[in-house]
T-cell receptor, first 112, second 119 residues
Framework: SQQGEEDPQALSIQEGENATMNCSYK?????LQWYRQNSGRGLVHLIL?????REKHSGRLRVTLDTSKKSSSLLITASRAADTASYFC????????????FGPGTRLSVLP | DSGVTQTPKHLITATGQRVTLRCSPR?????VYWYQQSLDQGLQFLIH???????AKGNILERFSAQQFPDLHSELNLSSLELGDSALYFC??????????????????FGEGSRLTVL
C-alpha cells in the first residue's frame, strides 16, 4: 500500500482561488517533499519540509507538516491556469532516505 | 530541463519481448532511482542505485533488472514483457551527499520518462 495518500484525488477551482491538497502517511519520516507533474511529463520538485519543521513557504506555495498526525498540506495561493497539474507528496521510508514513496496524487484543474 | 536524460522517449513492442531503458543522471549526481507510473498503480518505486551499488529495492518484478555503470548512467532491463508492463518509466537522480548517506536532504530530479507500450 502507498506510504502517502493525497486528498482529494481531484480538485477543480477558478483562477485566483486558493487550492489546498493534503497528504497523509503511515510511518515516521525524515522529510516530506511535494512534486508537480504536468500531463505525461517528468515530475518537478516543488518543496521539501523536514520532520523538525512545521511550515515552509516558497513563492505562492505554503507547506505544513504535522508529524503527530502524520499529515502534510500544500496550499497554492492565487492559483493560475498554469498551475493545472497533478501534485504528489513523497516520503522517505527508511532512515537513510534511500527509498522514496509517492502518493497517488491530486489532480488540480484551474479554470480560467 | 532537469538535466536527466532518458531514452527512448517512446517504445512499442510485443508481449514476450525484452527492452532496455537508459538513463543519464545530472552531471555530478551519484544516485539513480527508477519509477514506474501506470494509471492504476500510480508512481511505484522500483530500485535505487548509488555510485554503482544497489541501495534499495521496491516493487520490482523478477523479470526486471537494473544496473548502474561506472560512468553513472543506468539501464533498466524489462524482459518477458506483458500487457500490464505498459507504463511510463521514470528515472530520477539526486545530488551526492543527499542520499546513500545517513540522512536524505535533497530532492529528486526526474527525466521526461520512457513510455512503453506492450501490444
Amino acid at each position: 500500500s502507498q506510504q502517502g495518500e493525497e486528498d482529494p484525488q481531484a480538485l477543480s477551482i477558478q483562477e485566483g482561488e486558493n487550492a489546498t491538497m493534503n497528504c497523509s502517511y503511515k510511518t515516521s519520516i525524515n522529510n516530506l517533499q511535494w512534486y508537480r507533474q504536468n500531463s505525461g511529463r517528468g515530475l518537478v520538485h516543488l518543496i521539501l519540509i523536514r520532520s523538525n519543521e512545521r511550515e515552509k513557504h516558497s513563492g505562492r506555495l505554503r507547506v505544513t507538516l504535522d508529524t503527530s498526525k502524520k499529515s502534510s498540506s500544500l496550499l497554492i495561493t492565487a492559483s493560475r491556469a498554469a498551475d493545472t497539474a497533478s501534485y504528489f507528496c513523497a516520503t522517505d521510508v527508511d532512515n537513510y532516505g534511500q527509498n522514496f514513496v509517492f502518493g497517488p496524487g491530486t489532480r488540480l484543474s484551474v479554470l480560467p | 530541463d532537469s538535466g536527466v536524460t532518458q531514452t527512448p522517449k517512446h517504445l512499442i513492442t510485443a508481449t514476450g519481448q525484452r527492452v532496455t531503458l537508459r538513463c543519464s543522471p545530472r552531471s555530478g549526481d551519484l544516485s539513480v532511482y527508477w519509477y514506474q507510473q501506470s494509471l492504476d498503480q500510480g508512481l511505484q518505486f522500483l530500485i535505487h542505485y548509488y555510485n554503482g551499488e544497489e541501495r534499495a529495492k521496491g516493487n520490482i518484478l523478477e523479470r526486471f533488472s537494473a544496473q548502474q555503470f561506472p560512468d553513472l548512467h543506468s539501464e533498466l532491463n524489462l524482459s518477458s514483457l506483458e500487457l500490464g508492463d505498459s507504463a511510463l518509466y521514470f528515472c530520477a537522480s539526486s545530488p551526492p551527499g543527499t542520499s546513500g548517506g545517513l540522512l536524505n536532504t535533497g530532492e529528486l530530479f526526474f527525466g521526461e520518462g520512457s513510455r512503453l507500450t506492450v501490444l
